[in-house]
């Protein structure tokens, strides 16, 4: 490893330079104003004084640290003209924070259009579900991983049923299910993004290296409901089931982490008889609650697509700039699509955003991202189906019905992407490339500790980059004393 000086590391930066600062975005400055006072007042109203989970405190912390310079960064250097500049590090995290989340998506994505998905149609499947089942998902993952189970099964036996009718026997279906946790509207809303490839795979009889996947027609009429009354009837039964297993339901006394949840999972709701109802299309279902699409199709040639849906269910619950102060302190933000009730603003405090932020937060050692049948890592056929040969080896042509045929893949190593990299397929920045005289960048200083940060900031007179000691904000005073 090379040695340097440190005159020679820590020389002056160009004149004029000023770092990234994410604590100028609204949302760094309203965790850093508000997060005391929300925990301080999440753990009186716990019963038992505990106040919110450490996992949703640590990443709420963490969100704090994220790309400040104060607390740690990379020094990157141009060989050619000395041109150097600053990289924060992040707090990877995957619960709200935007750039973080967006890179985690970029990375999922990348990774499963290029060793996972081959190249075959794939179509997605949004499944929806009541609002008093998902505070249930959202607390326990057994259950979810269960009602995932079921939804994937419905969906295989749709596929191969469908199979059967064009003559294809013991045809066999992968999905890669993306739980998300939130809606437009920064409530939790937990629902399933399934990408499906749009056919069976089969494995050849005479080659056990090959197997051929079979395309199968756009789903007909009524297909859409019925995989949705089937998938419901079944969560249904099962939640029955469930609670007839838990004992001690009418002593169940609820944190104040299920309040939070449960006032979240009611933003938008509309009051009874307000004659909303949703449009039912040949791709789109709706009954008792639960809803089901599946009108995205992406072809097999449009890997740029798929890498955009994969990223899509992989996303992050909200960004920054949707996200903004009023004068009065409280905060907006812009939805996408307009609520049920037609509004298309929300307007919380700064306590009720650490609120939703802290909901939306998933359990530690969950999966955001499972693999369902060929896919799963020891499915028997996941070695034939995943992509590693080249495009031009991966199909052929034959005569009959459109299929794929696919070989054997090569071995692989670690599929993630260096973090240069990462941050040009996210920012569509290359940090490794001088912006001044676009040569080579190489990082010649790599700082963690976050005191010793602080002087050398100090030293390059970037002390403003430290963060200042803000005082807490307390929760808002709703009763008013009366004047004597």
């Known amino acids: 490893m090379e040695v340097r000086s440190p005159a020679e590391v820590f020389a002056p930066l160009p004149e004029g330079y000023k770092p990234r600062d994410p604590r100028t975005t ?57 041109h150097e500049m600053l990289v924060g590090f992040s707090c990877k995290r995957r619960g709200f924070c935007p750039s973080c989340t967006a890179r985690r998506a970029s990375d999922c994505a990348a990774h499963l259009a290029d060793r996972v998905l081959p190249h075959v149609p794939v179509r997605q499947w949004v499944l929806s579900f009541p609002r008093r089942v998902r ?33 294809v026997r013991r045809g066999q279906t992968g999905a890669v299910t993306f739980v998300q946790r939130f809606g437009s509207a920064l409530n939790l809303n937990v629902h399933l993004h399934v990408v499906v490839p749009d056919g069976v795979f089969t494995l050849d009889d005479n080659d056990a290296e090959r197997a051929t996947f079979h395309k199968t027609a756009r789903p007909e009429p009524g297909l859409t409901r019925e995989v949705m009354l089937r998938t419901a009837r079944r969560v249904l039964l099962l939640l029955e089931h469930h609670f007839d297993d838990v004992d001690g339901v009418s002593s169940f006394e609820p944190s104040v982490m299920d309040s939070l949840m449960a006032r979240s999972i009611q933003t938008g709701q509309m ?34 697509g798929l890498e955009h849906l994969l990223g899509y269910g992989g996303r992050g619950p909200l960004a920054t700039s949707r996200l903004t102060q009023a004068a009065d302190g409280r905060y907006a933000y812009s939805m996408r699509r307009p609520l049920p009730d037609g509004r298309t603003t929300l307007v919380l ?39 590693e040969a080249p495009a031009s080896e991966q199909g052929s042509e034959v005569e009959g019905p459109p299929i794929a045929v696919l070989k054997r893949p090569r ?74």
């Open 271 to 304: 009051p009874p008889g307000s004659g909303f109802a949703p449009r039912e299309t040949d791709t789109a279902s709706h009954a008792e609650g639960f809803s089901l699409h599946c009108g995205v199709r992406i072809h097999e040639n449009d890997r740029q």
């Open 349 to 387: 405090t700064g306590h009720e955003l650490m609120g939703r932020l802290a909901a939306l937060i998933p359990p530690p050692r969950v999966n955001m991202v499972r693999y369902h049948g060929v896919f799963a890592p020891k499915a028997k056929l996941r070695p034939f189906v995943v992509p």
């Open 411 to 484: 071995s692989h190593g670690s599929y993630r992407l260096d973090w240069a990299a990462l941050l040009q397929r996210v920012f569509d920045v290359d940090v490794l490339v001088c912006g001044k005289c676009g040569g080579r960048s190489k990082v010649i200083a790599v700082i963690k500790d976050g005191l010793t940060a602080r002087k050398i900031l100090d030293h390059l007179g970037l002390g403003d980059a430290q963060p200042a000691n803000t005082q807490p904000t307390g929760p808002p005073q709703l009763d008013l004393p009366l004047a004597a």
């Open 135 to 167: 505070w249930h998902l959202a607390r326990d993952d057994k259950l979810l991983r269960k009602v995932i189970a079921i939804f994937h099964a419905e969906l295989s036996r749709s596929y191969r049923r469908r199979a059967e009718s064009d003559g």
């Open 26 to 82: 609204v949302l760094h400055r309203a965790v850093t104003e508000h997060l005391d006072g929300f925990l301080a007042r999440a753990s009186e109203e716990d019963p038992s004084g505990s106040g919110v989970p450490f996992h949703v405190e640590r990443e709420l912390r963490a969100y704090k640290k994220c790309g400040v310079l104060a607390f740690g960064f990379a020094r990157v250097r141009c060989s050619d003209c000395g």
